[in-house]
């Protein structure tokens, strides 16, 4: 599966942004996605995740202001971002399995290239 990730910018603290991630290809409903991210100089992170049925996992980082979404009609996910910090500044990466729930960014098969959050303080 081929993803694109989409919707970053700049914006300020306490700001919202939503980002898309399109899939191709006709598994996209039995996939599990999830929504990783990477600030300079750090590893990357898990952010979110969701399962082909719509269970969800959060980082406890995000938990209350992140919301991951899906539309398997349409194969997209979906990262809505409230409240933003400056620590979420970060390129975040839409990715995919075939399988359960993973926070484990090595799980996953298919990344897609990633788009910039910045937030500014």
Sequence with gaps: VQLQASGGGLV????????SCAASG?????????WF???????????AAI??????DYADSVKGRFTISRDNAKNM?????TSLK???TAVYYCAARLGGLQREGS??????????VTVSS
């Design 12 to 19: 300020q603290a306490g700001g919202y942004l939503r980002l």
């Design 26 to 34: 006709r598994t996209f409903s039995r996939l599990s996605m999830g």
């Design 37 to 47: 991210r990477q600030a300079p100089a750090k590893e990357r992170d898990f952010v």
């Design 51 to 56: 399962g082909w049925l719509g269970s969800t």
């Design 77 to 81: 996910v979906y990262l809505q971002m």
């Design 86 to 88: 400056p620590e979420d």
């Design 107 to 116: 799980r996953f098969s298919s990344w897609g290239q990633g788009t910039l």
